[in-house]
């Protein structure tokens, strides 16, 4: 690897990984205890809702459909993120939850990272709502047939987090990417999970946009301490 690329990974990903990687050494799995209890929750609805007896409850509790009241949506949105689709392999919503919440419950804290995981998939979840009113013909409308469509899975949690987490730790480039693949997956394939992925994005965005007002709010007409990054020794003539 040369030098510019070293220097590249060590500004975009050093100070995530020194705070991931110090949160494991310290802690080991108890680092993230959520990320484990997620992990095993999703794999326990997987294996009841493909069982004769276990697939109406499941769908009970944690399937979500535009159709739905939407109070009954509301109720089944916090499951619904442990509920993995039945047409995707679950191995791969089990890696999702591993990877990124458990980066993300490290970076951010258990309750911060199940706020945000909340925020990004009731997004993903009114948007449906919104997409079917308007209709197939414009770019943000979907057909009405999606109202049937069970939208369960981690997906548009994975999604929030993994550009919040980005955010906080100024991985701007890694960050760029994750929003550009979501617009890329529309574009190949436009259907409504793609479309949830990019309404999480854009509840997130929302979030640190309001984030970034507080705090320059915050910090106005207050020099900033030194140890900061935008601190600088003042010049003296």
């Not at 949160?23 to 095993?40: K, S």
Request: hydrophobic share 50%; net charge positive; glycine share 10%.
């Amino acid at each position: 690897m040369s030098l510019g690329a070293k220097g590249f990974a060590r500004r975009e990903w050093g100070p995530l990984f020194g705070t991931v990687r110090a949160g494991l050494v310290t802690r080991g799995w108890r680092a993230i205890p959520m990320t484990l209890t997620a992990v095993c929750l999703t794999s326990l609805f997987q294996i009841v809702q493909n069982q004769d007896w276990g697939y109406q409850p499941v769908q009970d509790i944690g399937s979500v459909r535009a159709e739905d009241p939407l109070w009954l949506a509301l109720l089944r949105t916090p499951l619904s993120l442990f509920v993995p689709a039945l047409d995707l392999p679950v191995w791969g919503a089990l890696a999702q939850i591993l990877v990124v919440f458990g980066i993300a419950e490290i970076c951010l804290g258990r309750w911060r990272t199940l706020a945000l995981a909340y925020l990004a998939t009731l997004a993903g979840t009114l948007y449906a709502r919104i997409g079917i009113a308007l209709g197939p013909d414009g770019p943000l409308g979907l057909p009405a047939s999606d109202a049937r469509v069970v939208d369960t899975g981690p997906s548009a949690a994975v999604v929030g987090l993994a550009v919040y987490v980005c955010w906080r730790h100024r991985a701007w480039w890694t960050g760029g990417l994750v929003i550009v693949a979501m617009v890329v997956e529309v574009m190949v394939k436009n259907n409504l999970a793609g479309k949830e992925h990019l309404a999480a994005i854009a509840a997130v965005l929302l979030l640190v946009g309001f984030r970034e007002w507080r705090e320059r709010s915050q910090r106005g007409g207050v020099e900033p301490r030194p140890g900061t990054r935008s601190w600088k020794p003042p010049i003296r003539s």
